[in-house]
């Protein structure tokens, strides 16, 4: 089981600090992730250049802010400038960030999905100009309001890697099924191994089926957070902001994929319970619903011993890379040795 980090938002020369780090540990990989604030691209960039070996992950690139071309051509920028490390981690996002935020109807992800990555991969090929005429991308556009100027082009740059791994990050069973139909690999967030057979090892075994089976080399990138304590109650508070505001607020009500992923883990009524808290500007009660056994079933917290005994679960299910959500240097290396 491979090591990954993944970067926070905030404090860029931190997480670039870290991530120096986590080369130095020995870590497969680097993620950065965007919102509605920092991007993903600029701290990529920043930590590919002071970094040598370790590979750079986005986890994810909004598909809502970007073009597939543009995602394209800036893959293959960065695959240029760092010698061939780059993973494209891709997302749809939610209905609040991509019509908010970026102005784009939330529409049907799963078939955008589809049409995004099909086009990335195109691009990266370099076999011919490119064409595609879909649902939701029609390049060369050909529309009512066409200039009728538009011409099939090749990108210009040429990529050390046509296959550039491509990641989906899911959390819907459709979507889960999609990453494994036509990705190379999976970014679940708030992973839980206990629940991985029900939740969401049949959807995998429906994607791979209309693939023709699982590819060698697929990635199942689990997101799980790490507080190395020797107080695991402490532990434990330390994360509950983020659940909170994840299954809180992240979403409207009745559109909240986190909560629906919560309530699939068997935690419907404290899922209903701490959105209901965070919508109505209840954080603090929120944050306290968060119940200590979801910690525990998506997180490693606590010493050295504890995180041994529970890393067994994340290797049973076939997890290939761990990704982690830490800031302790100390929590990569104590990861680190775990895993040699």
């Known amino acids: 089981m491979r090591l990954g980090l993944q970067l926070g938002y905030d404090n860029p020369a931190f997480w670039a600090d870290l991530a120096e780090e986590a080369e130095r540990c020995g870590f497969h990989s680097v993620w950065t992730s965007e919102a509605y604030g920092s991007d993903a691209v600029s701290p990529l960039a920043w930590v590919g250049a002071r970094t040598q070996t370790v590979k750079l992950g986005t986890a994810i690139m909004q598909m809502p802010a970007r073009s597939p071309a543009t995602t394209a051509a800036t893959v293959a920028t960065l695959d240029l400038l760092s010698g061939g490390r780059v993973l494209l981690g891709l997302g749809t996002s939610g209905p609040q960030v991509a019509e908010g935020w970026h102005g784009q109807a939330w529409g049907k992800p799963l078939a955008r999905t589809r049409e995004y990555v099909e086009i990335v991969r195109a691009i990266l090929r370099r076999d011919a100009p490119l064409e595609h005429h879909g649902s939701h991308y029609d390049i060369p556009y050909s529309g009512p309001d066409a200039t009728g100027l538009g011409k099939p082009l090749k990108l210009i740059v040429h ?14 069973p459709k979507n889960v099924a999609l990453a494994a139909e036509i990705s190379d690999g999976w970014l679940p967030i708030f992973f839980s191994p ?18 023709g089976g699982r590819p060698a080399g697929w990635d199942l990138a689990a997101h799980v957070p790490v507080v190395v304590t020797d107080d695991v109650a402490a532990g434990r508070d330390f994360l509950k902001p983020v659940l909170a505001l994840y299954v809180g607020g992240m979403g409207a009500k009745g559109k909240n994929f986190y909560t629906r992923l919560a309530e699939r883990y068997g935690y419907e009524r404290d899922a209903a319970t701490i959105q209901d808290l965070y919508l109505a500007g209840k954080k603090n009660e929120a944050i306290a619903a968060v119940p200590d056994a979801l910690v525990d079933e998506v997180a490693l917290v606590g010493d050295r011993a504890r995180i041994a005994d529970r890393l067994a679960a994340f290797r049973d299910c076939g997890v290939g890379t761990l990704v982690l959500q830490a800031r302790q240097p100390e929590a990569l290396r104590v990861l680190a040795e775990l895993t040699a």
């Open 159 to 172: 990529p050390p890697r046509a296959d550039v791994p491509i990641y989906l990050a899911a959390i819907g």
């Open 194 to 211: 206990e629940r991985f057979s029900e939740t969401h090892r049949p959807m995998l075994e429906e994607g791979f089926a209309r693939r």
